[in-house]
């Protein structure tokens, strides 16, 4: 019985390594069909051989045209499924969704930070996710810094705004804005209800804590152990701005795990029972 059960659980699982194999190949597709596709947003943003600075400040005005998601959008029936499997989901959509189909629900900064990040990351631009944090030590909104001129410069593509520097006319730095409050509230003069009182720049992190359970439990540790700037200097892996690589990456872990398993529980299965040879062996000793 107890053989039978081990050798059911073994086909079972790797019936389930299998099935994991196959959508992480699906998932894979899915990321290279959306490299290709944001390669090709890149080139209508601008051509090959446009300087890094003007290409940042096209795709900076590009990310900001945003709206909410709509399926009808997005042109392929596939497509539009994904999309419609994204927005449904607990996190951000992906670059490809948003800039097609629109941002999800949960919050458009996150959507439309990732954008542009995706598209400069291709173009070969260093770019990076900021998070500010409230007075209430909360993640409230995101933003997105572009190393420039070995600076990291402030955009907001939510808002469509980034700040520049009175000094040389550059754009400003988190540091600059976490300094000079009037330069932050210049934003006020186009959107008076950008609340400056909230977003705080001299609270940033690169990494969401918050997103899984017990994540944010350590930062606050850090903090208390005197280590929040290393808590800041931190930054979100790569692959999360990128879905579907994250994805085809959990379900060909997960099913290298299943067929693992399925080894272990089929290990010794092989063959006849050592009781069954050695009973046989008796009663051919007693006959012979």
Request: charged fraction near 25%; glycine fraction near 8%; include cysteine.
């Amino acid at each position: 019985m107890i053989r039978r059960i081990r050798r059911r659980t073994a086909q079972v699982l790797t019936i389930s390594a299998a099935c994991f194999a196959v959508l992480g190949l699906v998932a894979f597709g899915v990321g290279t069909s959306n490299s290709r596709f944001l390669d090709a947003v890149n080139r209508e943003i601008a051509p090959s051989g446009t300087p890094p600075f003007d290409r940042v400040l096209r795709t900076f005005a590009r990310c900001s045209k945003w709206d909410y998601f709509d399926a009808n959008r997005i042109g392929s029936p596939a497509q539009q499924w994904l999309g419609r499997l994204e927005h449904a989901s607990p996190f951000h959509v992906s670059a490809r969704t948003a800039l097609t189909g629109g941002v999800d629900q949960c919050g458009p900064c996150g959507a439309t930070s990732r954008s542009m990040i995706v598209l400069l990351r291709r173009a070969g631009i260093p770019a990076r996710k900021a998070i500010l944090y409230s007075p209430r030590d909360r993640a409230v909104h995101t933003v997105v810094e572009v190393r420039i001129n070995d600076e990291w410069r402030v955009f907001d593509p939510t808002y469509g705004w980034y700040w520049v520097r009175p000094r040389d006319g550059a754009i400003a730095t988190a540091d600059d804005l976490g300094r000079d409050p009037a330069l932050l509230a210049r934003v006020l003069e186009r959107y008076p209800s950008y609340p400056i009182d909230e977003y705080r720049y001299d609270r940033v992190y690169h990494l969401r804590w918050d997103k899984i359970p017990g994540l944010d439990a350590v930062r606050r540790l850090l903090m208390r152990a005197g280590q929040d700037d290393f808590a800041r200097r931190l930054q979100t892996p790569p692959i999360y701005e990128r879905p579907a690589y994250l994805s085809a990456s959990i379900l060909c872990v997960l099913g290298a795990l299943q067929f693992f398993a399925s080894r272990l529980a089929s290990y010794g299965l092989g063959g006849e029972p050592q009781w069954q040879v050695g009973e046989w062996a008796g009663r051919r000793r007693a006959t012979s």
